[in-house]
């Protein structure tokens, strides 16, 4: 048993850089709340799967990469466990992150064309006064529809609920969904011709 311990402590110390090497290369671009100890620890065990996995005669010069994949795998696990983010609401966050993101320019620095502070064409009352009549228009449409229809409307184009999150809340299919759908965007489009 000791022989045993000797050997898996001999095999993690000699692997053990390549554990330090993955935590360095991904700390940097991590919040500052995750501490380095964490992802060691993490990536230590999962250096201990990829020894458990592969018996040292097995062993060649492909087990430092496959080492590596099976570590970083386990920091990312241990990552995702401390987050309290669903995957799905993460990647949403960083988009809206990325899109929120603003620069300061001075009016210096923009193009002749560009420096006035308002778009002449964009905001003439006349085409303010057409926005609000086509807005109106718009929502008395919308209250036109039968409830489930509205409903599905205002939850998709309004609040921005996928199709699908809309089926499981209704208790329906996708495809149900997709139908009623289609269905009110039909009847809008005849409600604002009319």
């Known amino acids: 048993m000791d022989q045993v311990c000797e050997v898996q402590a001999a095999e993690i110390a000699e692997y053990m850089p390549l554990v330090l090497h993955v935590v360095g290369t991904m700390l940097p671009r991590l919040p500052p709340n995750v501490l380095r100890d964490d992802l060691v620890a993490a990536g230590t065990f999962g250096l201990l799967d990829a020894l458990r996995r592969q018996q040292p005669s097995e062993r060649g010069v492909e087990f430092g990469w496959y080492a590596r994949v099976r570590i970083r795998g386990a920091i990312l696990d241990e990552l995702r466990t401390q987050d309290w983010l669903s995957r799905r609401a993460r990647r949403r966050f960083a988009s809206d992150e990325r899109n929120t993101s603003a620069a300061v320019v001075g009016i210096d620095d923009l193009p002749e064309e560009r420096r006035g502070l308002a778009d002449d064409a964009a905001c003439t009352p006349e085409t303010l006064a057409s926005a609000r009549s086509d807005a109106k228009a718009l929502a008395k449409a919308v ?24 089926a499981h809340d209704l ?12 269905r009110a965007v039909a009847r809008l489009k005849e409600y604002l011709a009319a």
């Open 143 to 166: 209250e036109k529809l039968p409830v489930r229809e509205r409903n599905i409307i205002t939850a998709h184009y309004f609040e921005g609920v996928q199709l699908r999150t809309i």
């Open 171 to 182: 208790g329906v299919s996708e495809p149900r969904v997709s139908q009623l759908h289609a």
